[in-house]
């Protein structure tokens, strides 16, 4: 969803490449007005849309958008093909949102000028700040479960802290609050120094 029926069109519609988490959900930033309210996603003008055993091309159509990755913007991706039915498991989408949301809400405690962006390749929401990566993901092919992270060009050498080929990573199960996962991304602004 983040980016076949949002980013896409978004990046088609602006050459910007930029989604925002919002309560429930997360959307575009720019036109078109799209939002995944958990199950359903919304369009400016449309009524919701249940996501569950829909093509994104399919849902594109509905909202009135063509659906499709956004060409050139990056390498890699989803791997979801426009025709592909999307299966959706609301227990774990909430899930997700709700580790979305958290680490929206830790990243503006941490850096509270800063705008955290939904990457939609990657789909995890963060911020750059004096050259250093500050997010959380939802899980991905680096740790099968939500996990808070510092990304630095070269973690510093002889610190158990930076546990990542990127930098420092950690479990949210074991950080879990807004005040633990900002904490951490002090505590890596700080050894990176």
Excluded: K
């Excluded at 009135?64 to 039915?85: F, H, I, L």
């Excluded at 299966?87 to 949301?101: F, N, Q, S, T």
């Excluded at 990566?133 to 939802?138: E, H, K, L």
Aim: with cysteine; hydrophobic share 45%.
């Amino acid at each position: 969803m983040a980016e076949l029926v949002l980013a896409g069109p978004q990046y088609l519609a602006t050459g910007r490449l930029r989604l925002g988490v919002v309560a429930g959900g997360f959307a575009t930033t720019l036109i078109p007005r799209l939002r995944v309210d958990g199950c359903q996603v919304v369009g400016a003008e449309r009524a919701a849309v249940t996501i569950g055993g829909r093509t994104p091309r399919a849902l594109g159509s509905e909202l009135g958008v063509t659906a499709g990755r956004p060409e050139g913007a990056y390498d890699g991706g989803s791997g979801v093909d426009p025709d592909e039915p999307l299966d959706l498991d609301a227990d774990l989408a909430e899930v997700i949102l709700g580790v979305l949301m958290l680490g929206r809400e830790a990243l503006v405690a941490f850096a509270a000028g800063e705008t955290p962006v939904l990457w939609p390749e990657h789909f995890d929401v963060a911020i750059r700040v004096h050259d250093m990566n500050f997010g959380v993901s939802p899980g991905d092919v680096f740790l099968a479960e939500p996990y808070a992270y510092v990304g630095v060009a070269s973690p510093p050498a002889g610190d158990t802290f930076w546990n990542a080929p990127f930098g420092a990573a950690v479990p949210l199960r074991e950080l879990s609050a807004v005040p633990a996962v900002s904490g951490f991304f002090t505590e890596g602004r700080e050894r990176a120094r």
